[in-house]
T-cell receptor, first 112, second 110 residues
Framework: DGGITQSPKYLFRKEGQNVTLSCEQN?????MYWYRQDPGQGLRLIYY???????QKGDIAEGYSVSREKKESFPLTVTSAQKNPTAFYLC???????????FGEGSRLTVL | AQRVTQPEKLLSVFKGAPVELKCNYS??????LFWYVQYSRQRLQLLLR??SRESIKGFTADLNKGETSFHLKKPFAQEEDSAMYYC????????????FGRGTSLIVHP
């Protein structure tokens, strides 16, 4: 089902804590992306990776970190340095050539 | 820098009425444009892309390079079209970095 699995779906965090969101894919896609979705602001790119062991900052990377040790996995860590972390986070993949993005179901992070 | 503008946050129409969701872009090169849709409690998914020049669920979108627009149209809206719609641009060649607009919420009333 879906090919892209994000976990957890809902996460609560206290201020000052780091939290890691998981994104796993079995589509054999090279490129993976993390977006943040806020009402009225659309999707904003946090980080992206086009190949294993390589990743690049997106438009709003401050306060976030990622790793790409395996093709299938692209976890996102929301650090305590992120000033406004409460949001809906979307992971996406693409083959690159096709252009179409495939999305996970998302993870909703709430900072208490 | 590439930019996608969706001027309407909300579009409200009645069933059977025509629908046009606006999308304007700015990009100096040759862009690839997409429309994505997010129905309630479903994943964001591709609706259509300009290079395919196809009609999906009755929706069409034509790339107008002169006006730098990629408006999404449907002649007769249905209640099941109610969703969030995002216009996206991807740089052609090189890095495939999609940029999204802010989205338009379409509500189709019975």
């Amino acid at each position: 089902d879906g090919g892209i699995t994000q976990s957890p779906k809902y996460l609560f965090r206290k201020e000052g804590q780091n939290v890691t969101l998981s994104c796993e894919q079995n589509l054999n896609h090279d490129a993976m992306y993390w977006y943040r979705q806020d009402p009225g602001q659309g999707l904003r790119l946090i980080y992206y990776s086009q190949i294993v062991n390589d990743f690049q900052k997106g438009d709003i990377a401050e306060g976030y970190s990622v790793s790409r040790e395996k093709k299938e996995s692209f976890p996102l860590t929301v650090t305590s340095a992120q000033k406004n972390p409460t949001a809906f986070y979307l992971c996406a993949t693409t083959t690159g050539d096709a252009g179409e993005l495939f999305f996970g179901e998302g993870s909703r992070l709430t900072v208490l | 820098a590439q930019r996608v503008t969706q001027p309407e946050k909300l579009l409200s129409v009645f069933k059977g009425a025509p629908v046009e969701l606006k999308c304007n872009y700015s990009y100096s090169g040759s862009p690839e444009l997409f429309w994505y849709v997010q129905y309630s409690r479903q994943r964001l998914q591709l609706l259509l892309r300009h290079i395919s020049r196809e009609s999906i669920k009755g929706f069409t979108a034509d790339l107008n390079k002169g006006e730098t627009s990629f408006h999404l149209k449907k002649p007769f809206a249905q209640e099941e079209d109610s969703a969030m719609y995002y216009c996206a641009l991807r740089r052609s060649g090189g890095s495939y970095i999609p940029t999204f607009g802010r989205g338009t919420s379409l509500i189709v009333h019975p």
